[in-house]
């Protein structure tokens, strides 16, 4: 998680919050948020954005970082 914040932290109209996780919500809009399961020994990514493109572009772009 770590290095997903940052990787997005530095970037302009970014947003960060670590509340629940580390939900990060960028300037279009785009939003995903990245936590720990309460059940699992894995992570949740949850992402939305404006159109199933983007989503799938945010999504990859995360899980890219989360598997290096």
């Not at 290095?3 to 580390?22: C, K, N, Q, S």
């Not at 990245?34 to 159109?51: F, G, I, K, Q």
Request: avoid cysteine; glycine fraction near 6%; proline fraction near 3%.
């Amino acid at each position: 998680m770590a290095a997903v914040r940052a990787a997005f932290g530095d970037r302009d109209g970014v947003t960060v919050d670590e509340l629940d996780g580390l939900s990060v919500t960028l300037a279009d809009g785009a939003w995903f948020n990245l936590r720990a399961s309460n059940t699992e020994p894995l992570l949740r990514l949850n992402v939305e954005a404006p159109d199933d493109t983007a989503v799938a572009r945010l999504r990859d772009e995360v899980l890219a970082i989360v598997r290096a």
